[in-house]
């Protein structure tokens, strides 16, 4: 079943490459798989873009596949935040990025601004 935003002259190819997003085609290779473990299961874990945009949080685990690129994690809303660069699928626990450098939390900007 074809997408609405899809360009129909081009459905047949893309259908074995990826799928449309506002008229532009995302490659699934793009993705990684990323799992976080928190140190225990009542560790919250958010997951923020470079931009500091929250992507997801979850409590315990984190298993997901985001597009490649830099997000950001921390283990509770004011705690510290650590770095992550995904290129390729990626396992860490807690402990790992904790003993990590640090980074400033992004401020999400409106595309007002």
């Known amino acids: 079943m074809p997408l609405k ?4 002259d081009e459905r047949e190819s893309a259908d074995d490459l990826g799928f449309w997003i506002d008229d532009e085609l995302i490659d699934e290779s793009c993705y990684c798989e990323l799992v976080i473990v928190g140190s225990s299961p009542l560790s919250e874990i958010w997951l923020a ?3 500091g ?3 997801q949080m979850e409590t315990g685990e984190l298993r997901t596949s ?9 283990f ?13 699928p990626r396992h860490f626990t807690q402990g790992q990025l904790e003993s990590g450098p ?12």
């Open 53 to 55: 945009h929250l992507v």
């Open 5 to 8: 935003n899809e360009p129909p």
């Open 102 to 113: 640090t980074c400033p939390v992004p401020i999400p900007r409106l595309l007002d601004e």
């Open 66 to 74: 985001v597009l490649r690129g830099n997000y950001v994690v921390t």
């Open 49 to 51: 873009d470079d931009g």
């Open 76 to 88: 509770g809303l004011k705690a510290s935040a650590y770095p992550i660069a995904l290129q390729e």
